[in-house]
């Protein structure tokens, strides 16, 4: 998706950390508002604009892949685990549902993470800005979530994450099955990132990516832990 004049994507070159930079800034600013906006009229609009920004990001996405003529079944529809994430997102940011928030959180930081510092792709091109756009959001709005409301995942979160997650691949790996060079949550072939990581070939890499989701959501779930941790040392 791309033209012959794109320079390659490059890990970690001036592309990628200037997006790595503008996304530190979003999380600042993120803080910023979560901790001076807090009347429930301010909180409900922020909530509002978090759920267009993803369905703007989303648009801006398909429309360029429509114009250029890249879109298709294979790569367009929203059955990507981030773009489970952002809708799961949007609904928690809106609803304050707590079972939302949980999948959000977990899913949102550990995608948005995993697209920011291993981005799937090839080329400096026009679609490389939504896409970190994108992940960016993905990881500022389950923080405004948690900076906001006040909202804390759970232990328990990370193992019913996993196994919704697991629930979700069925229909969704017959939908890769059935459209041809479809890979909708990677379960078609391994994602770019997968030598560097270490996998296996297809489809062993699927249960090392689930494993690789404990170990992501461990750590997501770790601050938190440590946070109770002192507070209950400080408490006695």
């Not at 405004?144 to 790996?173: D, E, H």
Request: charged share 10%; with cysteine; proline share 7%.
């Amino acid at each position: 998706m791309t033209t012959e004049t794109s320079p390659p994507f490059i890990w970690y070159g001036p592309y990628h950390l200037t997006a790595l930079g503008l996304t530190l800034s979003l999380l600042l600013i993120i803080g910023f508002v979560a901790k001076h906006y807090r009347t429930p009229v301010q909180q409900r609009r922020i909530a509002l604009f978090l759920a267009l920004a993803f369905i703007g990001f989303y648009g801006w996405i398909t429309i360029l892949e429509v114009r250029g003529g890249f879109w298709s079944l294979a790569e367009g529809l929203p059955f990507h685990l981030c773009d489970i994430s952002a809708i799961t997102l949007s609904y928690a940011a809106i609803t304050r549902r707590f079972w939302a928030f949980e999948a959000g959180y977990y899913w949102g930081l550990g995608g948005g993470l995993a697209g920011l510092l291993m981005p799937e792709l090839s080329y400096e091109d026009i679609y490389a800005a939504p896409f970190f756009f994108w992940h960016a959001l993905l990881v500022a709005t389950p923080c405004y979530l948690v900076l906001a409301y006040g909202l804390r995942p759970t232990f328990g979160g990370i193992f019913r994450t996993l196994g919704i997650t697991a629930l979700l691949a069925l229909p969704i790996g017959l939908a890769v099955w059935l459209i041809p060079n479809a890979n909708y949550m990677f379960l078609g072939h391994a994602p770019i990132a997968a030598e560097a990581l270490g996998m296996p070939s297809w489809p062993y890499y699927i249960p090392y990516i689930g494993l690789l989701g404990l170990v992501l959501f461990s750590i997501l779930y770790a601050p938190f832990w440590i946070m109770a941790r002192l507070q209950r040392k400080h408490g006695q």
